[in-house]
């Protein structure tokens, strides 16, 4: 399980049989990460950042951000649909 850190710029890695942090991984390019999908067939993450108004494409294999696009006024929440294998849907 991934979780946004938004206040250290991180995303923490969970184990949730164990509940045990597995790490913490920062970015960069980004600031204040408070939404995410994820793609977990493809190890990315989707990162909405309030700081720097973008949505960051991270990969969770290598802990490393690999784009970042702006974001339109207003959103605040993305989707990932796995079925679809879309690119990720952005919400206000």
Not at 26 to 52: E, I, K, M, P, Q
Request: contains cysteine; hydrophobic residues 35%.
């Amino acid at each position: 399980m991934y979780v946004n850190l938004r206040s250290t710029n991180e995303i923490a890695e969970i184990d949730p049989a164990s509940d045990s942090g597995l790490g913490t991984y920062a970015g960069d390019g980004y600031r204040y990460n408070h939404g995410v999908a994820v793609d977990a067939r493809n190890h990315r993450a989707f990162l909405l950042c309030g700081g720097t108004r973008t949505m960051t494409v991270f990969a969770l294999d290598r802990h490393e951000s690999l784009a970042h696009f702006p974001l339109p006024q207003g959103a605040d929440v993305v989707k990932f649909d796995p079925g679809l294998q879309q690119q990720p849907l952005l919400r206000h």
